[in-house]
């Protein structure tokens, strides 16, 4: 069992930056993929990025490449989604997942999720 709690969110202005991170509980954390999505009102859920248990490969949805970094330390069972140049389009709420595989940009692929954290962005 893996429980994940996201932090971070807020209000920012257009062009700014936020931090989320998500911090999982249990000693297994290192042997899963670790991924962020989004969901903004009204729509489904969106796959934003993915990291794999070693952090060392990564993949994004193109509207956030060269905008957004995922990164992960195992020693702190903790994953980091660093937003820049953040825009109003960016605006929803944002989920971290845990899966067992290899790495995933389908929610159906992940095994646990945390609660969301919600990031507005101002214009």
């Known amino acids: 069992q893996v429980q994940l709690v996201e932090s971070g969110g807020g209000l920012v202005q257009a062009g700014g930056s936020l931090r989320l991170s998500c911090a999982a509980s249990?000693?297994?954390?290192?042997?899963?993929?670790m991924g962020w999505f989004r969901q903004a009102p009204g729509k489904e859920r969106e796959f934003v990025a993915v990291?794999?248990?070693?952090?060392?490969?990564?993949y994004y949805v193109d509207s956030v490449k060269g905008r957004f970094t995922i990164s992960r330390d195992n020693a702190k069972n903790t994953v980091y989604l660093q937003m820049n140049s953040l825009k109003p389009e960016d605006t929803a709420v944002y989920y971290c997942?845990?899966?067992?595989?290899?790495?995933?940009?389908?929610?159906?692929?992940?095994?646990?999720w945390g609660q969301g954290t919600q990031v507005t962005v101002s214009s």
């Open positions: 997942a845990a899966d067992r595989g290899p790495g995933s940009r389908w929610s159906r692929e992940y095994d646990y």
């Open positions: 249990g000693r297994t954390f290192s042997s899963y993929a």
């Open positions: 990291i794999s248990w070693s952090g060392g490969r990564t």
